[in-house]
């Protein structure tokens, strides 16, 4: 699916109540030696595939690495449930070993963090949780998941209803789901323009369960009650969202999962220097939308990074960072499953 010059290294998490767990870390080196590095983190019913979003890191001088969580992508093993978790928490695990192979085992002092949806709320959460260990040096989030795409009077009885399910029969599947309309508007064989593997992301989503979801709301109230992270957020999503439960052209041209006016409600939350970059035309991954649209983001991602760490480490042609340490990495040829090899 991405082939050289991606590689992927297998993250061993031991054991949870389904059995064994593993993350996969996706690393794409830049042309030149450098000593910073992007770490991306995908949403619900996900995986990293946009190769592009690490070329344009790449030449811009950063080693860009996209971390699979678990139970998602490369990541998920035959006897798990897809995508699922009880806490948001449960991926701080696989967050904290990929940042300490970036920074200790590859070489790296500058580490930029960025979430994408679902990754878009976990992110921040560890960042709050880590923010006195120095771990990352800038935080840039795609479209978070910030709250329910709900009106309110469909929220508030949701929670009430999904906190007990969530204790007591956590992967009971719940009566609702993600729709196709994001799903035809990206790939190809439908509205889009994108490939990707639809068994880790099928067109209408994994089941949504209420552990999981319980989990979301957890972790959303603690967001909107205010973090502190201590490094500059970048906020990035449309001016729009796409509200229609069936294909109308104009979900190509807007936010068609989440409110985008939930993520620019609650940025001030996430910390004391945080940024908001609003993209007419903006899909719900901004690294997705349109040609025009696209290269307007890469423009104010690029913008934001070089004025907050072109000044960073780097280091002199023909130097490498210290190779990792761990196990030899395997170049990831076809994107396969982790239960199929």
């Known amino acids: 699916m991405l082939g050289p010059p991606y590689e992927r290294q297998t993250i061993d998490l031991g054991t949870d109540d389904e059995g064994p767990v593993v993350a996969t870390l996706v690393r794409r080196r830049a042309d030149r030696p450098t000593r910073r590095a992007v770490l991306y983190t995908h949403g619900f019913t996900d995986y990293f595939f946009q190769a592009h979003l690490g070329h344009f890191f790449a030449e811009r001088g950063w080693d860009f690495y996209a971390l699979d969580l678990r139970k998602y992508g490369r990541s998920l093993l035959p006897h798990q449930t897809p995508n699922f978790c009880r806490d948001v928490s449960d991926h701080f695990p696989e967050l904290d070993a990929a940042a300490r192979i970036i920074r200790e085992d590859d070489g790296h002092d500058v580490l930029l963090a960025m979430g994408h949806s679902t990754g878009g709320l976990i992110m921040p959460l560890w960042a709050h949780a880590r923010r006195d260990a120095g771990i990352i040096d800038g935080l840039f989030l795609n479209s978070p998941f910030f709250d329910i795409n709900a009106p309110w009077a469909v929220r508030r009885p949701l929670a009430a209803l999904v906190a ?103 940025a001030p939350r996430l910390g004391r220097h945080v940024t908001v970059a609003r993209f007419d035309g903006g899909m719900h991954d901004l690294t997705l939308s349109g040609p025009a649209v696209r290269e307007r983001v890469f423009e104010e991602v690029g913008r934001w990074a070089d004025a907050f760490f072109d000044a960073g480490p780097t280091v002199r042609d023909g130097e490498r960072p210290p190779a990792s340490r761990r196990p030899a990495d395997d170049v990831d040829p076809a994107g396969a499953p982790a239960q199929g090899g």
């Open 164 to 266: 007990p399910l969530g204790r007591r029969a956590p992967r009971r599947v719940l009566p609702f789901g993600l729709g196709t309309v994001y799903s035809q508007s990206i790939h190809a064989e439908h509205h889009g323009e994108w490939d990707y593997d639809l068994t880790w992301k099928p067109l209408a989503g994994f089941p949504v369960r209420a552990g999981w979801l319980n989990a979301i709301r957890t972790a959303q109230r603690q967001l909107r009650a205010g973090l502190d992270i201590q490094v500059p957020v970048l906020l990035a999503c449309s001016t729009r969202s796409f509200k229609g439960r069936r294909w109308h052209e104009s979900a190509a041209l807007a936010d068609a999962v989440l409110d985008v006016e939930h993520m620019v409600r609650w």
